[in-house]
């Protein structure tokens, strides 16, 4: 079965670095988001992706992050500017974006911690 | 603004108990409404869904929700939990349009003893 992988599953950085977290979609799918869950609390939005170009974002994902669909396979998250409050764990999933399903496939996550 | 409620924040049931987990969502038009399930230490993996038609769905593990529309919620229900299902639930929707991002409400922590 077809699936979202994600990479890093873990990492650690220290305030101030940029880290970059790397998602591998389903290969048909055409849209593209990322999520994040601070331990303990809610799966929040971030932003979706379809096209080349951001089509949503929530208010958390100011200019601090960014997206990028480098090639045809990759899709990323880049955070300039780690700050203690970024540790949290990052969900990357993908849709094939027809109206009849809206279902998001969601990778296994990236752990942030950033001391 | 789209959002979803879920009102349990913790449920603790012994096993065989029967299940019932609130979730309400404020949004004036069509939508997709979704449940999806996180085991401990692992990713969301979908429970159900609902797009339209029949508003009782029935997903997997023996979950089943229904959509009642004038009441805006899609409450989950399982006859008789295992100790298996001990996970962390979330109610999500979207509106019925293509890619559109899914909201997700707090969630609820099920802890199922055996």
């Excluded at chain 2, 913790?10 to 019932?20: D, G, Q, R």
């Excluded at chain 2, 769905?57 to 929700?65: C, D, L, M, R, S």
Aim: glycine residues 8%; proline residues 3%; contains cysteine.
């Amino acid at each position: 079965e077809p699936e979202v992988t994600q990479t890093p599953s873990h990492q650690v950085t220290q305030m101030g670095q940029e880290v970059i977290l790397r998602c591998v979609p389903i290969s048909n799918h055409l849209y593209f988001y990322w999520y994040r869950q601070i331990l303990g609390q809610k799966v929040e939005f971030l932003v979706s992706f379809y096209n080349n170009e951001i089509s949503e974002k929530s208010e958390i994902f100011d200019d601090q992050f960014s997206v990028e669909r480098p090639d045809g396979s990759n899709f990323t998250l880049k955070i300039r500017s780690t700050k203690l409050e970024d540790s949290a764990m990052y969900f990357c999933a993908s849709s094939s974006g027809t109206r009849s399903t809206g279902e998001l496939f969601f990778g296994e996550g990236s752990r942030l911690t950033v001391l | 603004a789209q959002s979803v409620s879920q009102h349990n924040h913790h449920v603790i049931l012994s096993e065989a108990a029967s299940l019932e987990l609130g979730c309400n969502y404020s949004y004036g038009g069509t939508v997709n409404l979704f449940w999806y399930v996180q085991y401990p230490g692992q990713h969301l993996q979908l429970l159900l869904k609902y797009f339209s038609g029949d508003p009782l769905v029935k997903g997997i593990k023996g979950f089943e929700a229904e959509f009642i529309k004038s009441k805006f919620s899609f409450n989950l229900r399982k006859p008789s939990v295992q100790w298996s299902d001990t996970a962390e639930y979330f109610c999500a929707v979207n509106p019925n349009q293509a890619g559109t991002a899914l909201i997700f409400g707090k969630g609820t922590t099920l802890s199922v003893s055996s």
